[in-house]
C-alpha cells in the first residue's frame, strides 16, 4: 500500500491499469491476444464511427500499465509523430504503415517493435481496416497498442505450424 500526503490519517490502495477495464469506453481490441502461425495475414476492422486506430508493436516493457501511464503514453508520441508528419489531420496525408518507425511499402508486415498500421475511421478516404503478415518467428509475442487510446492493448502469438490455435 502507498500512503498520499493529501490523505492524511487514511491510507489508499494504489491503483494498477487493468488493460479494457479502467476506463468506461467501448474501445477494445477483439480478440485481444491472437494465435497465428508465421506468414499469416490479420485483417484489422475499425468499427468505431469517428476515431481512428492503430496497431503499434512495442516492447512489452513499454506497454502502459497504470492510468498515469495511459494519460501520459511516452512509447505513442514517435508512432504519433512518425505516423503524422505534417501534424494531425487534416495539415497532410498520413502515413499508412511504419516499418521500425520508418514510413513502410506493401507488403505490409508486422515483426518486431517500431512497426505500425493506422487503421483509419469509416469515411475518411481510406478503408477502415487494415491488413498485415505476421512475419515474426514462431514462439514470438508481439505486443501491440492503439497509440490514440493507449488502453487498447492486443498481443499476437505466433505458434509453429504443427501447433494447433486453441485459446491462448
Known sequence: ???????EGRTRKL???????????????TPRIIRVHPGDTVTWNNKTA?????????????IPKTAADVGNCAVCNP????????????QGAPVLFLDDLKPGNAP????????SLLVP????GFPPTASAQIAAP???TLSYLCIFHAWMQGQIR???QEDDRQAP
Not at 108 to 115: E, I, P, Y
Not at 121 to 124: H, I, L
Open 138 to 140: 514462431a514462439g514470438t
Open 121 to 124: 475511421p469509416p469515411g475518411v
Open 79 to 90: 508512432f504519433f509523430a512518425a505516423h503524422f508528419p505534417n501534424g494531425g489531420p487534416p
Open 50 to 62: 469517428n476515431d481512428g486506430h492503430t496497431v503499434s508493436v512495442v516492447a512489452p516493457s513499454d
Open 108 to 115: 505490409f508486415k508486422l515483426d518486431s517493435a517500431g512497426d
Open 1 to 7: 500500500m502507498t500512503n498520499f500526503p493529501f490523505c
Open 15 to 29: 491503483v494498477t491499469f487493468s488493460p479494457d477495464q479502467f476506463f468506461t469506453v467501448t474501445y477494445r481490441f
Open 158 to 160: 505466433v505458434v509453429a
